[in-house]
């Protein structure tokens, strides 16, 4: 397999919808009319899960009418949460096809397949015309793609003169090695991840201008801190949460990657890039 069939492969769970739906009935919500908010705590697969949406979104500028793409889209979450909260229409690709299935359902539950639609394809070759989009939003994606260079360009080329490109992901802060497994992948053949000022090179070759870069290793912290918590609380693994995504193994792959950032080696940041 190449890289991307093997970074499909990691995510591509046939029981993950079953699994979903399941646990969703047991905490006792109507898995027929679903809302965002209800979802959040399953679909905001990323460090900070929904409170990190909403603070990314603040920097995007987003209202009714734009149209956004969101690259990497997994099981829908930020998508579903941009459009419900600003009214805009969104647009999310996925390498992995049980994502991408899983993401319309739960879109379709949630009332809002009029604005929100996902499809199956690479970052690294957009399927869409040139200029088409007003926004584009990347969540956890990069650390799974090697050649940011042609995935930046490929995204530059979707956008609108004066679009904004919204990046959140896990980059490399300081030395030290990652230990396997992480929530992104399961070994080192797969995970790509970078200093900040990677990003950026590859961003300003592309056309872009990063107006924007925020480390947020200390909310990082808490929320780690409080799933613990949670955790404890809850007597064991709370019934919903993004361990149903991650499946078997979820524990080593969170605490591995709670450390690394714990030890300063890689922290999520924020960085947001306009169409020069």
Same mark, same amino acid.
């Not at 409170?51 to 956004?68: I, K, S, W």
């Given at each position: 397999?190449?890289?991307?069939?093997?970074?499909?492969?990691?995510?591509?769970?046939?029981?993950?919808?079953?699994?979903?739906?399941? @646990?969703?009935?047991?905490?006792?919500?109507?898995?027929? $009319?679903?809302?965002?908010?209800?979802?959040?705590?399953?679909?905001?697969?990323?460090?900070?899960?929904?409170?990190?949406?909403?603070?990314?979104?603040?920097?995007?500028?987003?209202?009714?009418?734009?149209?956004?793409?969101?690259?990497?889209?997994?099981?829908?979450?930020?998508?579903?949460?941009?459009?419900?909260?600003?009214?805009?229409?969104?647009?999310?690709?996925?390498?992995?096809?049980?994502?991408?299935?899983? *993401?319309?359902?739960?879109? $379709?539950?949630?009332?809002?397949?009029?604005?929100?639609?996902?499809?199956?394809?690479?970052? &690294?070759? &957009?399927?869409?015309? *040139?200029?088409?989009?007003?926004? *584009?939003?990347?969540?956890?994606?990069?650390?799974?793609?090697?050649?940011?260079?042609?995935?930046?360009?490929?995204?530059?080329?979707?956008?609108?003169?004066?679009?904004?490109?919204?990046?959140?992901?896990?980059?490399?802060?300081?030395?030290?090695?990652?230990?396997?497994?992480?929530?992104?992948?399961?070994?080192?053949?797969?995970?790509?991840?970078?200093?900040?000022?990677?990003?950026?090179?590859?961003?300003?070759? @592309?056309?872009?201008?990063?107006?924007?870069? $925020?480390?947020?290793?200390?909310? *990082?912290?808490?929320?780690?801190?409080?799933?613990?918590?949670?955790?404890?609380?809850?007597?064991?693994?709370?019934?919903?949460?993004?361990?149903?995504?991650?499946?078997?193994?979820?524990?080593?792959?969170?605490?591995?990657?709670?450390?690394?950032?714990?030890?300063?080696?890689?922290?999520?940041?924020?960085?947001? @890039?306009?169409?020069?």
């Amino acid at each position: 397999m190449d890289i991307e069939q093997r970074v499909a492969a990691h995510y591509g769970d046939e029981a993950l919808g079953r699994r979903l739906l399941e @646990a969703l009935a047991l905490a006792g919500l109507d898995v027929d $009319r679903l809302s965002p908010d209800e979802l959040a705590p399953v679909d905001e697969f990323h460090v900070g899960g929904r409170q990190a949406t909403v603070d990314f979104a603040e920097q995007l500028g987003l209202h009714p009418g734009l149209r956004l793409l969101d690259i990497g889209s997994g099981i829908g979450g930020p998508a579903r949460y941009f459009a419900s909260a600003f009214g805009c229409d969104v647009v999310g690709i996925d390498l992995t096809d049980v994502f991408v299935r899983v *993401a319309t359902d739960l879109t $379709r539950r949630s009332g809002l397949s009029t604005r929100v639609s996902f499809h199956q394809g690479s970052a &690294l070759d &957009l399927p869409f015309e *040139a200029a088409s989009f007003d926004r *584009a939003t990347m969540i956890h994606v990069g650390m799974n793609i090697d050649d940011k260079a042609k995935l930046f360009r490929s995204v530059r080329t979707v956008l609108r003169p004066g679009g904004i490109f919204g990046v959140y992901d896990l980059m490399r802060t300081g030395l030290g090695d990652l230990e396997f497994p992480v929530p992104w992948s399961n070994r080192p053949e797969t995970s790509f991840v970078v200093e900040p000022a990677a990003y950026r090179k590859s961003l300003e070759a @592309a056309g872009f201008a990063v107006v924007v870069e $925020r480390n947020r290793r200390d909310f *990082a912290l808490d929320f780690f801190r409080e799933m613990r918590a949670k955790a404890e609380a809850a007597g064991g693994t709370p019934p919903l949460g993004t361990p149903l995504i991650m499946g078997a193994g979820f524990k080593e792959k969170l605490r591995h990657a709670a450390e690394a950032i714990e030890r300063g080696v890689i922290a999520p940041i924020e960085l947001f @890039a306009r169409v020069a």
